[in-house]
T-cell receptor
Framework: SQQGEEDPQALSIQEGENATMNCSYK?????LQWYRQNSGRGLVHLIL?????REKHSGRLRVTLDTSKKSSSLLITASRAADTASYFC????????????FGSGTRLLVRP | DAGVTQSPTHLIKTRGQQVTLRCSPI?????VSWYQQVLGQGPQFIFQ???????GRGNFPDRFSARQFPNYSSELNVNALLLGDSALYLC??????????????FGPGTRLLVL
């Protein structure tokens, strides 16, 4: 079963605009990660935020984490056509399984 | 350095057949995980192996099995294929599982179609 839900399921914006994607999850976590997937191929790791962190930046990416609300957001600033992809959040909980639990993803389309 | 590699890239099988998918982790990584991604959904965890031992198993039937070799490469086997097994199978490697900083690096996947 999926741990999280991304919102929105699909997003279409103009090049240069900012894109915000949200992720909610159900259980306590050790960290939350965001991945990008182009055209149903492999996942590319974007950023990891630990449960004791509230905000993290990497280039044009900004991730926030609110453990009290069990939610995270990914902001992509000044979007480019090359950012068109599916974006997934994945939670990691240090129990016996050591597994990543993925949400259902947000499909982002950046129009040139 | 080479990333995670998977073979084959595409595979077509018929119901009832068996399939073996292969994965080579990033050099130095000792942990391999397998995920199944059905079209339109996020990946779902199947197995994790570390130092040749199974460390985690997802909610998949016994038709799914895996193993890890001394060189840390891994195989995923699926027996008695069903139409619903059609999916992208992703392999991920990491240095050491179970740390708060664990990052898993994914391969390009094997797309399996069951007819």
């Amino acid at each position: 079963s999926q741990q999280g839900e991304e919102d929105p399921q699909a997003l279409s914006i103009q090049e240069g605009e900012n894109a915000t994607m949200n992720c909610s999850y159900k259980t306590s976590i050790n960290n939350l990660q965001w991945y990008r997937q182009n055209s149903g191929r492999g996942l590319v790791h974007l950023i990891l935020i630990r449960s004791n962190e509230r905000e993290k930046h990497s280039g044009r990416l900004r991730v926030t984490l609110d453990t009290s609300k069990k939610s995270s957001s990914l902001l992509i600033t000044a979007s480019r056509a090359a950012d068109t992809a599916s974006y997934f959040c994945a939670t990691f909980r240090m129990d016996s399984s050591y597994k990543l639990i993925f949400g259902s993803g947000t499909r982002l389309l950046v129009r040139p | 350095d080479a990333g995670v590699t998977q073979s084959p890239t595409h595979l077509i099988k018929t119901r009832g057949q068996q399939v073996t998918l292969r994965c080579s982790p990033i050099s130095g990584h000792k942990s391999v995980s397998w995920y199944q991604q059905v079209l339109g959904q996020g990946p779902q965890f199947i197995f994790q192996y570390y130092e040749k031992e199974e460390r985690g198993r997802g909610n998949f039937p016994d038709r799914f099995s895996a193993r890890q070799f001394p060189n840390y490469s891994s195989e995923l086997n699926v027996n008695a294929l069903l139409l619903g097994d059609s999916a992208l199978y992703l392999c991920a490697s990491s240095l050491v599982p179970g740390t708060a900083q664990e990052t898993q690096y994914f391969g390009p996947g094997t797309r399996l179609l069951v007819l």
